[in-house]
């Protein structure tokens, strides 16, 4: 028996490949099946089964494209529906898999779908299960998403306490947890930066597996603090379920072109494609294409694009440094940004060299900022996380999250200079490129965030100050 887990950094999420006596299952496979084929090619195997543990939000699942390459079958939960054929399995159902099995243990309330798969090894030993969204390490799923007709998240929290109570709390402790994601995703609220743990310690550490919780503390402490989830997760889900969804082959075909500047400019101005720059933040902001938004993929560049790209369908022509260009257009596709048209070539020196304008960002170390504070003329938006800004702050930055520019932009005053400062300086030059692009000239970022400005001695405060900019 073979167990490989293929984690993705910049969605948090995990993969797994199970092989036994030649045959493979693939559990919540990424949009992307090469990884997978070649692991099974090189291992003389053949991939079987395809098993989801629920409607994923935050990612567009390779499912589909798999299983036409493969052969294989589309396992879901109860009660699953989809344009395409699957096969809907039953609590308890047994899949075998060469000399071992997969058990499937229905888990509702993350999704009224969700379901844990459990691995019983050859030996008829109940070895691991797959938990999807049911359980993470440190944290359980969030159960709002799935929220239709008189079913309310305080109902799908009460079915995840069963869930996890009836299914998951009663196996031995010596069960392996395989989650689909760690610390860094959207769909749960505290998860580890452990990608894998013993049911045991989990019973012993997680706050929701707490013997003597009760299912209304449960509910409470499950939807204490629910930020509001991305606006891309519902078209995810949609396109999780749709037999049109394309492969990655085809969007790469697609997005992986190289454009010249006229080409390139002209789809920006005339086919209104967005302009999107990749690179890294303090290069970024020295020089960049007029109107152009940054969001780096050296960091949680998908989710962040989908969570402040409002249109899936939204055209996107790019930068990005020499040779990532298709790593770019793959993990804009992961999130379901599939109408990339192509990027730069030559990137903004070739910009230049046609004679286009530049624009730029300023940017000021944290002992600038400290002096203009001591001068009392300093403007400063925090744009971290509520959670974040609250633990400590700048007593006079108001916050602004990120996550929330869309809506909260219009509270900005156009002829207020401001400080924008995130944790480490990646999202404060998301925010001030999207001001920038807006119309919005007097923006500075702050270099290195808050990090620097707890290194430059500048004074901070975990009181919780008005932090809204009214």
């Known amino acids: 028996m073979k167990i490989d887990q ?54 567009v699942s390779g499912h589909v494209d798999l299983a ?26 047994l899949f075998e898999l060469g000399d071992v099995k997969i058990k499937v243990l229905h888990t509702p309330g993350h999704t009224m779908e ?3 798969y459990l691995l019983i090894d050859e030996n008829g030993n109940e070895h ?54 760690g610390a860094g995703s959207a769909c749960g609220k505290n998860m580890s930066k452990e990608t894998s743990d013993l049911l045991g310690n989990q019973k012993k550490n997680n706050y929701a597996l707490r013997a003597d919780m009760s299912k209304e503390e449960f509910i409470k402490e499950v939807t204490d603090g629910l930020l509001p989830p991305p606006q891309y997760f519902a078209q995810n889900v949609a396109m999780n379920k749709s037999a049109d969804t394309s492969g990655l082959d085809s969007i790469l075909d697609k997005g992986n072109v190289a454009l010249d500047v006229e080409t390139f400019e002209a789809m920006a101005n005339h086919e209104g494609a967005l302009v ?36 899936l369908q939204q055209p996107i022509v790019f930068l990005a440094d020499e040779g990532r260009e298709e790593e770019v257009v793959t993990r804009l596709s992961r999130v379901g940004y599939d109408n990339t048209l192509g990027y730069l070539k030559g990137g903004i020196e070739a910009w230049k060299a046609a004679g286009k304008e530049v624009d730029t960002i300023e940017s000021v170390s ?3 900022l400290k002096e203009r504070i001591a001068t009392d003329s300093a403007q400063i938006l925090d744009v971290r996380k509520p959670g974040e800004y609250l633990a400590e702050h700048i007593e006079k930055a108001k916050n602004t999250p990120l996550d929330f520019i869309n809506d909260e932009m219009h509270r900005i005053d156009k002829d207020t200079e401001y400080h924008i400062h995130c944790a480490g300086g990646y999202r404060s030059m998301i ?40």
């Open 6 to 59: 293929i984690y993705t950094g910049c969605l948090a999420q995990g993969a797994y490949y199970i092989e036994s006596k030649g045959e493979v299952a693939i559990i919540d496979p990424l949009r992307e099946s090469h990884p997978y084929l070649a692991m099974a090619e090189k291992n003389q195997a053949t991939i079987k089964y395809i098993f989801e543990t629920h409607f994923h939000a935050d990612f």
């Open 68 to 93: 036409r390459k493969t052969g294989a079958t589309i396992v879901y939960g109860p009660g699953a529906k989809t344009e395409f054929d699957i096969h809907q399995a039953t609590d308890g159902e």
């Open 114 to 116: 969700s379901s844990t």
């Open 128 to 181: 691991a299960i797959f938990s999807g969204d049911t359980l993470f390490i440190g944290d359980v799923g969030r159960p709002d998403l799935a929220q239709k007709g008189d079913i309310t998240q305080d109902d799908l929290a009460g079915m995840l306490f069963d869930s996890l109570r009836e299914k998951i709390m009663t196996l031995p402790d010596n069960v392996v947890v395989y989650p689909a994601h």
């Open 276 to 311: 999107l720059d990749t690179r890294k933040p303090q290069v970024f902001n020295k020089g960049f294409v007029p109107n152009s938004i940054f969001i780096g993929v050296d960091g949680s560049f998908a989710p962040w694009v989908g969570a402040l790209i409002t249109d």
């Open 366 to 368: 944290a002992d600038t």
């Open 431 to 470: 925010f001030a490129s999207i001001l920038k692009s807006r119309g919005y000239d007097k923006v500075i970022d702050v270099a290195g965030g808050f990090k620097a400005i707890v290194e430059a001695g500048i004074e901070v405060t975990d009181y919780v100050c008005p932090s809204t900019l009214d």
